[in-house]
């Protein structure tokens, strides 16, 4: 059975720094993609960030040139680093890890918060 894993979140103030890891535990196919979602209360689950095993990426308008995705195929594991964070940035994140064969996982999210 596979697992997505997330820690990483927490409390900062605004303007301060989190980086954010996943990882996968159980047998897992070959994955085309990895991304980080966010779902704020009241709002709809958005995604933040993707990255492609052929490392291309993808940033959702609001957090191009704050937030890096990256990932480590070989140890099936995504990271977000978060800078420059806002209040506005506050939201449960979840991994997310997508294969044509292997189907999609989530992961059981991970609290961010921050404050003004």
């Known amino acids: 059975q596979v697992q997505l894993v997330e820690s990483g979140g927490g409390l900062v103030q605004a303007g301060g720094s989190l980086r954010l890891f996943c990882a996968a535990s159980?047998?897992?196919?070959?994955?085309?993609?990895m991304a980080w979602y966010r779902q704020a209360p009241g709002k709809q689950r958005e995604l933040v960030a993707l990255?492609?095993?052929?490392?291309?990426?993808n940033y959702a308008d609001s957090v191009k040139g704050r937030f890096t995705i990256s990932s480590d195929n070989a140890k099936n594991t995504v990271y977000l680093q978060m800078n420059s964070l806002k209040p506005e940035d506050t939201a449960v994140y979840y991994c997310?890890?997508?294969?044509?064969?292997?189907?999609?996982?989530w992961g059981q999210g991970t609290q961010v918060t921050v404050s003004s």
């Open positions: 990255i492609t095993s052929g490392d291309n990426t």
């Open positions: 159980g047998r897992l196919f070959s994955i085309n993609a």
């Open positions: 997310n890890f997508w294969g044509r064969v292997a189907g999609t996982y």
